[in-house]
């Protein structure tokens, strides 16, 4: 039996974090919001938090709070801004990697500098060939001498035009069957961020496009070994990336019950707040019920990675639950603004924009549920 009560630090985390989001990240909201942009702030508001250290282990300059701090640290932001928090989770989903598959030189090359900020990590696996199906991915790569020649596109990735460290799947041009993860930089020859998406929600967070023209990438730079690229990126995202959308969720869960039970209390109809209405109570407790079950499969999930074992199928029920629940709740939320719920300027608008966006990132809800019915049979 796994158990995840939570310790002392990591109470008091949660409440630097939350305090860290209310006074830091959410004064940059609006403007987020209104130019789509906003990103190297906000990027700066984490690194001198120390966001950036908190999976990274002591060893390397980090503080080793393992998968049950960053989701405490993601639920806090995402509460406040899902758009920072995505990309948080993003940067998260780099680390995991290098940590896990990286040699001993790429750790000491890339973790201390992934501490302070002063370089970022992201994943870049997603094609328009569709995201759904790695295998079918058309970027390739050719050794020649001692290196690799890549050419390709990718797109949706998070952190495209911040990250100056990119960890790309490609597939060997003269066997389609064979993948190998690289790690490319900023500067690199013909490697570039291209285009900026702009998403219907999670406005600020930066989404985009990267492309490789004959980019020469040295052996040194392969992560987890020659062809086992599917490997070093679909664990990564299994644990990592799914672990952090759970994190975005749940944060946004929270803020979509907090504004819901304020509006509930302040909004007076037949003399009195509609929150003693009993269709607006079961909608909070429907709120709420989603809330602490997703909470209990995500916790859950972090503890047993940090215990050492591994939960890719608990990750992927938790991030189909939580995503699923964070539309259910964004939807509610509207409903009990009434006419206010249509108007820009409340923030709950906002929450049901970002909640469609929680949905494909690090795997649709179709493919979560394709992963625990194998589980359910396994
Ligand atoms: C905001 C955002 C950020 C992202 N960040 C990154 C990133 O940083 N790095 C990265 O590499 N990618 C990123 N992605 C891409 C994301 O991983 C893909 O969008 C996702 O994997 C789905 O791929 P797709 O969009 O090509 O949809 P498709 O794979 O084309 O899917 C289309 C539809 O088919 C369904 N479907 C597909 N296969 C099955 C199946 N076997 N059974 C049932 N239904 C199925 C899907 O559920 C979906 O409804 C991001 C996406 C978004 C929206």
């Not at 269709?279 to 209990?296: N, V």
Request: aromatic share 8%.
């Amino acid at each position: 039996m796994i158990d995840f009560t939570f310790t002392e630090e990591q109470e008091l985390f949660r409440k630097a974090a939350r305090e860290f989001a209310e006074t830091k990240i959410a004064p940059h909201v609006p403007m987020m919001e209104e130019t789509n942009g906003g990103w190297d702030e906000v990027v700066k508001e984490l690194a001198e938090a120390e966001m950036f250290a908190v999976t990274i282990p002591e060893e390397y300059g980090g503080l080793g709070m393992g998968y049950m701090g960053r989701l405490i640290a993601l639920e806090e932001i995402a509460r406040v801004s899902v758009a920072t928090a995505m990309m948080y989770q993003v940067f998260g989903l780099g680390i995991e990697p290098i940590m896990k598959f990286g040699t001993e030189e790429q750790k000491k090359k890339y973790l201390p500098k992934f501490v302070t900020g002063e370089r970022l990590p992201t994943v870049a696996v997603t094609e328009p060939s569709g995201g759904s199906d790695p295998k079918g991915a058309r970027t390739t790569y050719k050794k020649v001498n001692d290196s690799y020649v890549l050419n390709g596109r990718k797109c949706f990735i998070t952190n495209s035009h911040i990250a100056d460290v990119q960890i790309v799947l490609a597939k060997d041009e003269d066997n389609p069957e064979a993948f190998t993860a690289f790690i490319l930089e900023i500067g690199m020859d013909g490697f570039k961020p291209t285009h900026i998406e702009h998403k219907v929600g999670m406005r600020g967070c930066n989404t985009g496009e990267i492309e490789m023209k004959n980019v020469e990438v040295p052996a040194e730079n392969v992560l987890g070994g020659e062809g086992k690229g599917l490997k070093v990126s679909m664990s990564a995202i299994g644990d990592a990336g799914r672990g952090g959308m759970v994190g975005c969720a749940l944060g946004l869960q929270q803020a979509c019950l907090d504004e819901s039970i304020k509006f509930s209390n302040e909004r007076i109809l037949y003399g009195k707040p509609i929150g003693k209405l009993q269709a607006i109570q079961f909608k909070i407790a429907d709120m709420k019920i989603d809330l602490e079950a997703g909470r209990l499969l995500g916790y859950r999930a972090a503890a047993i990675q940090d215990q050492g074992g591994r939960s890719s199928n608990e990750f992927a029920a938790a991030k189909y639950y939580t995503t699923e629940a964070a539309q259910r709740a964004a939807k509610m939320a509207v409903d009990i603004h009434g006419g206010y719920g249509c108007m820009e300027e409340i923030p709950v608008t906002r929450f049901l924009r970002d909640s469609y966006v929680l949905g494909p990132s690090a795997g649709t809800s179709d493919i979560m549920k394709v992963i625990v019915a194998r589980w359910a049979v396994s």
